[in-house]
């Protein structure tokens, strides 16, 4: 029997889901998939290999992968109803309520949409992955008035989706970095967007469902928004003193800085952060313009020093992503993009082995109000 007296304001520490999928192993600094390290496999292994290993339990060989990314590449392309409701949002829409409205719309077109099974989940699972990074990039082009870009079948998967976004076929350098940034933001235990799909998901609703619960999980400025919130800062103090004061004054003031701190990784540095500031290096070499490299460190220091708090994986992402020429806006529908593999085995993961959640409250209202004959 649970003691229902206690309350755990955020659920801080409280085990909420059973799972095989992941880990965050905080005393060895490891993030566990599925057994395997994610900060070592990053060095070596590729989003899709991620991708396999999520859904497929396995790290591909050659063979797989070829197949996987076929697969995917067979999804890329959405209904055209999508581009129309796309189209018919305002333009002032953020491209997360745009994303949120695509995954929604896409659950229209199942036609078996109660059946749970993991074979049924698993096919929805690579029509999401190749059809999210279609209604991300296209959304923005749609709410600025651009006409929508259409998949490139001979680029890689990564390189399509930047290609997408940008217009450009990306270098090697630009396509290694994004992939890595979507390997980082995979998969991540049970934060609250995945914990929201889970909820969501344990009433047997469907994965489209919770998938868009998901959505409007990540796009808050306490979880997915942080990356957006970083580089409008970054952005506005535009030199390193401006960005000191900026910090200095938002401290003053006892704002949050987005980008710092952590629920599980507390007062240690996100290392996923770490691998985000080597891209930042390498992408910072290549025209000799390190600006934003030295305002983050400047950040990093101040914040270490006044609040004692490190940068978790949205600080670093976004300055990589500027770099990269992506708009600011679709900052946090990629790292939905890049989430939606770690969401959906995990949907599958509740749907197949599930209870549904149902907690209880600490009631402080009033009692015993009576209304007067
Ligand atoms: C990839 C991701 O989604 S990572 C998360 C991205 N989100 C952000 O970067 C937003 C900024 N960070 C935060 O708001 C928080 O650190 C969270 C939401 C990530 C974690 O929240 P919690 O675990 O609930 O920590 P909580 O907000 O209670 O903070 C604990 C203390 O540290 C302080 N603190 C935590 N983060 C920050 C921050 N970014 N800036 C300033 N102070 C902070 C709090 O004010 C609080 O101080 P207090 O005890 O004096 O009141
Ligand atoms: O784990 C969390 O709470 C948030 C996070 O870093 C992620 O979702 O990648």
Request: hydrophobic residues 40%; charged residues 25%.
């Amino acid at each position: 029997m649970v003691n229902t007296n206690q309350f755990i304001p955020g659920l801080e520490g409280v085990i909420a889901s059973e799972t095989k999928i992941s880990f965050l192993d905080t005393v060895n600094s490891e993030i566990v998939i599925k057994g395997y390290d994610l900060l070592a496999l990053s060095k070596t292994k590729g989003y899709l290999d991620i991708v396999h290993l999520l859904l497929e339990g396995t790290i591909p060989n050659e063979a797989e992968k070829q197949h996987l990314e076929e697969t995917l590449k067979q999804e890329y392309d959405v209904p055209d109803e999508i581009i129309q409701v796309l189209s018919l949002l305002p333009k002032t829409a953020h491209p997360m309520d745009a994303l949120r409205t695509g995954v929604s719309f896409l659950a229209s077109f199942d036609t078996e949409l109660l059946n749970r099974e993991h074979s049924t989940n698993l096919k929805r699972a690579y029509q999401l992955l190749g059809k999210i990074p279609n209604i991300v990039a296209n959304s923005y082009h749609i709410l600025h008035s651009e006409e929508p870009v259409q998949p490139l079948q001979d680029l890689s998967y990564s390189a399509n989706f930047l290609y997408m976004i940008t217009g450009k076929k990306p270098t090697e350098l630009e396509e290694k970095i994004f992939d890595r940034s979507l390997v980082l933001y995979s998969e991540h235990e049970l934060p609250n967007s995945t914990f929201t799909a889970r909820v969501i998901a344990s009433t047997l609703s469907d994965l489209y469902g919770a998938l868009t619960g998901a959505v409007a999980s990540l796009k808050g400025h306490l979880h997915g928004g942080a990356n957006e919130a970083v580089m409008e800062m970054l952005q506005d103090a535009q030199t390193v003193e401006g960005f000191k004061h900026l910090l200095h004054d938002k401290l003053s003031k006892k704002e949050k800085i987005m980008g710092f701190g952590h629920r599980v990784y507390m007062k240690k540095m996100d290392p996923r952060a770490a691998m985000m500031k080597e891209a930042l290096k390498e992408l910072s070499a290549v025209n000799g313009d390190d600006l934003l490299l030295q305002m983050c460190e400047a950040g990093e220091q101040i914040m270490r020093e006044e609040k004692g708090l490190f940068p978790n994986l949205d600080y670093y992402a976004a300055p990589v992503y500027w770099k990269l020429g992506i708009p600011i806006p679709l900052y946090t529908p990629i790292f939905f993009s890049s989430r939606t593999v770690g969401l959906c085995a995990h949907v599958m993961e509740q749907h197949e082995n599930n209870r549904i959640f149902r907690p209880r409250v600490l009631y402080t209202g009033a009692r015993n109000l009576r209304v007067e004959d």
